[in-house]
């Protein structure tokens, strides 16, 4: 038996078979509910549900099979039997067929007959009852999913603007990154144009070293940025102690001296007005400190120099140096583990070094001497040559 207890209607116009059917339906375990009239018992049948509806066929106002089929227009779920003393069943047999009984049983019935067919239309019912139940789920989760679905899209086409603003942002802001580098490259190059010609480079060469390898995306980044920022300090001093050797200090008046050792510190602290990441300012202030502890501003010694300056001060030293190309790549192998980090020469001899990756030196005007040749052409703030005429012919050389 099912461990839920169904209730079942039993119409008959006997009040005797009523209360036997009742008696033995409830001794199995069912609420029984029996009525003399089928107009009850339709009556009933629109008040509450039934699981199983037993009706004899002879009823004086109305046949059971009539009253059978308008149960089912009610309770579409009821199992439908019917109990009938007559033996032409061909009416009966066609009825099954249709669906409006599920079965028939003729009198006399037996009584273990009688209740293996209603277990059987509990069965039945139940699985109809499922059956109807998953639908009724189905069809809200359905209708669920749709919903969802209609607010996943707007998500997505919310993301996808939200992403596209993001992205028109982000280009924004890389725009506007970028313009402040070249900004500060034009500040650099006016006020000392073979400074300018250097940073590029400088920057030139970092990006070479940077794609060699030995970096994490951010350690590019930086180097990068750090080329571009490593000499804007020098705008604050004099001209002249601008183009001075930075990598000799000693060279220097003892007045001026101070000032070129702490150019790397007013380089860093223009720098995070461009970029905020605190390695940039750190390899820009460490960019002129040596391998053995002997550079400046702070005299670090070794692994305590950032990765990125310690490659910084290696393609500086290479770029600004005065001596031929040859020799200038000799001494940076000879300072090596001295002045310089051993890797970070290693990595710069890789980029396949030549004459051409250091800029020509740059005759400023002031400089300029009426016995002197005429040039073909000078560098502009820019880095670029520019033919002027009306002025004093001058040699532009390669520092190589």
């Known amino acids: 038996m099912s461990a839920t207890r169904h209730t079942l209607l039993v119409v008959d116009d006997d009040p005797m078979i009523l209360k036997i059917l009742q008696v033995m339906l409830t001794n199995v375990g069912f609420d029984v509910v029996t009525t003399t009239e089928p107009e009850q018992a339709l009556s009933l049948a629109r008040q509450r549900d039934f699981a199983v509806v037993i009706s004899d066929q002879q009823m004086p106002s109305m046949f059971g099979s009539e009253l059978l089929s308008q149960i089912a227009v009610l309770q579409p779920q009821a199992t439908r039997i019917l109990i009938t003393g007559v033996r032409s069943l061909e009416s009966f047999v066609d009825a099954v067929n249709r669906g409006e009984l599920f079965r028939f049983v003729t009198k006399p019935w ?65 725009h506007n990154f970028d313009r402040s580098l070249e900004l500060c ?69 003892p007045d001026s001296r101070q000032i070129l050792l702490d150019h790397p510190i007013y380089s860093q602290t223009l720098a995070s007005f461009v970029d905020h990441l605190q390695a940039v300012g750190e390899t820009v202030r460490a960019h002129h400190e040596r ?36 020799k200038v790549t000799e001494e940076l192998i000879a300072q090596s583990g001295k002045a310089f980090d051993p890797e970070a020469v290693q990595l710069l001899l890789r980029c396949q070094l030549e004459p051409a990756m250091r800029p020509g030196k740059t005759v400023l005007p002031e400089d300029w001497h ?28 390669q520092s190589s």
Request: aromatic residues 6%; contains cysteine; proline residues 5%.
């Open 110 to 174: 037996v009584r273990a007959e009688m209740l293996a067919t209603v277990q059987n239309a509990i069965q039945r019912y139940e699985l109809v009852h499922a059956k109807a139940m998953l639908e009724k789920q189905t069809q809200a989760l359905n209708l669920e999913l749709a919903e969802a679905n209609k607010r996943l899209a707007l998500q997505v086409q919310e993301l996808e603007r939200q992403s596209n603003q993001l992205e028109r942002s982000r280009t924004a802001l890389q």
């Open 185 to 253: 490259h034009r500040i650099l190059s006016i006020f000392h144009p073979q400074l300018g010609a250097q940073t590029k480079a400088v920057v030139r060469l970092c990006q070479r070293m940077a794609d060699v390898g030995m970096f994490t995306a951010e350690q590019k980044h930086v180097l990068i940025v750090s080329a571009w920022l490593h000499d804007i300090g020098l705008t604050g001093m004099v001209r002249e102690l601008a183009a001075g050797d930075q990598q000799n200090p000693r060279s220097f008046p």
């Open 291 to 326: 391998f053995d502890g002997s550079g400046y501003p702070d005299g670090l010694v070794g692994t305590a120099i950032p990765w990125t300056a310690r490659c910084l001060a290696a393609v500086v030293h290479y770029v600004a140096s005065d001596l031929p190309h040859d």
């Open 370 to 397: 009426a016995h002197m040749p005429n040039p073909s052409g000078t560098y502009s703030a820019t880095g670029t040559i520019e033919h002027t005429p009306a002025a004093p012919r001058l040699h532009t050389t």
